[in-house]
Nanobody, 117 residues
Framework: QVQLVESGGGLVQAGGSLTLSCVAS????????MGWYRQAPGQQRELVAV???????DYADSVGGRFTISRDDAENTVYLQMNNLNPEDTAVYYC???????????WGQGTQVTVSS
């Protein structure tokens, strides 16, 4: 069964750091567009960062310079390094995998990140 499993969320003080991980049980992981999204209470899910199979990245303006997305194709894993966290970063963070050739758009179960002031 294809699935994405996130880990690494938790409670951190403002200014702190966390690293999220997402392991994908898919074949040919290297061709997937991988992304991190987040959803705060009462708000819509929003894109945080994406990384292509070739390693190109893009970030939401609100996290640029603080967050770094990366991938390890040998381990079928994508990471989100989050630095200088602030309370506005509090949300459930979701891993996403897209493969247009297989018409796949996969989601993880989410991991909670809470930043205290």
């Amino acid at each position: 069964q294809v699935q994405l499993v996130e880990s690494g969320g938790g409670l951190v003080q403002a200014g702190g750091s966390l690293t999220l991980s997402c392991v994908a049980s898919v074949t040919d992981f290297n061709i997937y567009l991988m992304g991190w999204y987040r959803q705060a209470p009462g708000q819509q899910r929003e894109l945080v960062a994406v990384i292509t199979g070739g390693g190109n990245t893009d970030y939401a303006d609100s996290v640029g310079g603080r967050f770094t997305i990366s991938r390890d194709d040998a381990e079928n894993t994508v990471y989100l390094q989050m630095n200088n966290l602030n309370p506005e970063d509090t949300a459930v963070y979701y891993c996403n995998a897209q493969n247009v050739f297989r018409n796949e758009n996969l989601w993880g179960q989410g991991t909670q990140v809470t930043v205290s002031s």
